[in-house]
């Protein structure tokens, strides 16, 4: 299930970055996108109000 994410980060990582240090560069990488995600998110429902977010 991670392998796309995994395969994803050799082309976007340095090369001075070693193979078995790439799936932790694709979790730490779709660890942001959640958290930027969230907070995003967060920042939507505080905007409009909380009892139209739900």
């Known amino acids: 299930m991670t392998k796309p994410f995994v ?7 340095p090369k001075v970055v070693i193979d ?19 907070i995003a998110k967060v920042n939507l429902c505080l905007q409009i109000g909380v009892e139209q977010c739900r």
């Open 20 to 38: 078995r240090h790439i799936p932790l560069a694709a979790f730490v990488a779709l660890a942001m996108v959640w958290l930027v995600t969230t």
């Open 7 to 13: 395969k994803g980060m050799r082309p976007v990582t």
